[in-house]
């Protein structure tokens, strides 16, 4: 079963930077197309950005020319460069299966952006 361990978040003014990781163990998510997701408080959660096993990305608009997700299939992680930030990014975000089947949510890495 495949564990999914997010790190790297932080409080952040306004216009900072942070790298998000997602370090998977139990087995290798090398050939799976992974997603970075979010969640605000209050709301639910929703899709930010995710890499094809071959590297193609996608981004929600929001974030795009900001954000930039990569992946290493060496270490088994996904990462999350964020930069630009605004206090809307706000929110604990996870990494899983992106357009497949989730597997067991991590506990997710709390992003909080100040204005």
């Known amino acids: 079963q495949v564990q999914l361990v997010e790190s790297g978040g932080g409080l952040v003014q306004a216009g900072g930077s942070l790298r998000l990781s997602c370090a998977a163990s139990?087995?290798?998510?090398?050939?799976?197309?992974m997603g970075w997701y979010r969640q605000a408080s209050g709301k639910q959660r929703e899709w930010v950005a995710s890499?094809?096993?071959?590297?193609?990305?996608n981004y929600r608009d929001s974030v795009k020319g900001r954000f930039t997700i990569s992946r290493d299939s060496a270490k088994n992680t996904v990462y999350l460069q964020m930069n630009s930030l605004k206090p809307e990014d706000t929110a604990v975000y996870y990494c899983?299966?992106?357009?497949?089947?989730?597997?067991?949510w991590g506990q997710g890495t709390q992003v909080s952006v100040s204005s």
């Open positions: 899983n299966r992106f357009n497949r089947g989730y597997l067991p």
């Open positions: 139990g087995s290798t998510i090398s050939l799976n197309a």
């Open positions: 890499i094809s096993s071959g590297g193609n990305t």
